[in-house]
């Protein structure tokens, strides 16, 4: 682990790979709601896609995040056009605090994420503290965001759409402002959307990475 952080040749290929991965993903629930509404998602699709080239031919690890960012800007675009409810609008991505019940979820989703990544990780022989695309001086743990980064897409973004556009979780009901001027969940939000988290990551979806851009050809393989 601490030769594929100092050699810069491999630390830079990996780098590479986990970021295409992340686009990917985020480009597959583009894709599911495509096949609904074509003309609103397709475009986004094909700049999700661009930003995938771009990785390809990026030189160094800092054009990578910039190029993931910018990707992910679009993507959020796209996030009131998925949720089917007005109460949850997109404005921009706030985190500290987070500034709105919509950005409550996408930050109480990926602190889980980070910390259940960071709980796998100790129970094998690798070093949190050395990440791969993430730097090790950005902060303590680095190595569980590489690979939260990854999965955001598949299991945060999804059980937030699907408590929202099934009504399971509400503004009124299930936030609550703070001293420091945040939105977040409260005791019965929280307990809805982990309950929704953990069913998300215990479902199985199959993915044909020889279909995928910026993946080698290899057959479908099983998540869980």
Aim: proline residues 4%; hydrophobic residues 40%.
């Amino acid at each position: 682990q601490c030769h594929f952080y100092s050699d810069e040749k491999q630390r830079l290929s990996l780098a590479r790979q986990m970021q295409i991965a992340s686009l990917h993903n985020i480009r597959s629930n583009l894709r599911y709601y495509a096949r609904k509404k074509p003309d609103i998602f397709n475009p986004i699709v094909e700049n999700i896609t661009a930003f995938i080239k771009q990785l390809n031919e990026a030189p160094n690890i800092e054009s990578f995040m910039l190029i993931e960012a910018r990707a992910r800007q679009h993507y959020y675009s796209a996030f009131n056009q998925i949720l089917e409810n007005s109460a949850f609008s997109f404005v921009k991505r706030t985190r500290r605090p987070p500034a709105d019940p919509l950005n409550a979820m996408i930050s109480f989703g990926n602190t889980l994420l980070y910390n259940l990544f960071l709980q796998f990780i100790y129970k094998t022989q690798l070093d949190p503290r050395i990440g791969i695309v993430h730097s090790s001086t950005q902060r303590s743990h680095t190595l569980n965001l590489d690979f939260a980064d990854l999965f955001k897409p598949l299991v945060v973004d999804r059980t937030i759409f699907t408590l929202i556009n099934t009504q399971q979780i509400h503004q009124k009901e299930h936030f609550e402002a703070s001293e420091n001027g945040g939105i977040y969940l409260n005791e019965t939000g929280k307990k809805i959307f982990l309950q929704a988290f953990y069913t998300k990551l215990n479902s199985k979806i199959m993915v044909n990475l020889a279909t995928s851009e910026g993946w080698n050809p290899m057959p479908a393989m099983l998540i869980h």
